[in-house]
């Protein structure tokens, strides 16, 4: 909405629906990978409620209700989810492959949890990539994050990827 305020014919193609509907989908695949399970199949019955015949939306709805276990609910919600990209339709099938719910919550939580910014930070610390691993850290240490604040002042302490500075280091910590 912001990069459409310069443009005055902008508004006509923009549809309400399409980016709460949008909001909400991203806010419940977050707490997807939180496993904060209600919130997330909240978010996502939003999301559909926002613009229901979004596949987008059916998709993280279908997903939430994976990680919930109600495996009936996502199968339910598979048609309406449509169209799928080959990649999608994979990934689901081996979703409903596994034999317990519990099974299928964990996979969704290693899918979200390896794209979140502070596994993509760890990854990065673990590479050596200390300046790109403090990018990453930072935003999240700023919303209040304790693990990213305690990594940013082990950066500070040790001088990676930043100047060392005892008084930051023990700001963050």
């Known amino acids: 909405v912001e990069l459409c305020s310069s443009d005055p014919d902008c508004e ?3 549809d309400p629906a399409v980016i709460y509907s949008a909001v909400y989908a ?3 695949l977050g707490h997807l990978g939180l496993e904060q399970h209600k919130a997330a199949l909240e978010d996502a019955r939003a999301a559909v ?3 229901k015949d979004s596949p ?3 998709q993280v709805l279908l997903l ?3 990680a919930a276990g109600d495996r009936e609910a996502a199968r339910a919600e598979l048609p309406k989810a449509r169209p799928l990209t ?3 339709e994979k990934y689901l099938d081996s ?3 596994l034999s317990s719910a519990a099974e299928a919550a964990q996979a969704l939580k290693a899918h979200f949890y390896e794209r979140t910014p502070f596994a993509r930070a760890m990854a990065a610390y673990g590479a050596e990539d200390y300046v790109l691993a403090y990018e990453l850290w930072l935003p999240l240490a700023k919303k209040g994050s304790a693990d990213a604040q305690h990594n940013l002042a082990l950066l500070y302490q040790q001088g990676l990827g930043v100047s060392q500075s005892p ?3 023990f700001e963050w910590y």
């Open 12 to 14: 006509l193609q923009i």
């Open 26 to 28: 991203l806010r419940a």
């Open 49 to 51: 409620a926002a613009k």
């Open 56 to 58: 987008g939306a059916h």
């Open 64 to 66: 939430a209700l994976l």
């Open 86 to 88: 080959p990649e999608l």
């Open 95 to 97: 979703l409903f492959k």
């Open 167 to 169: 008084a930051k280091a």
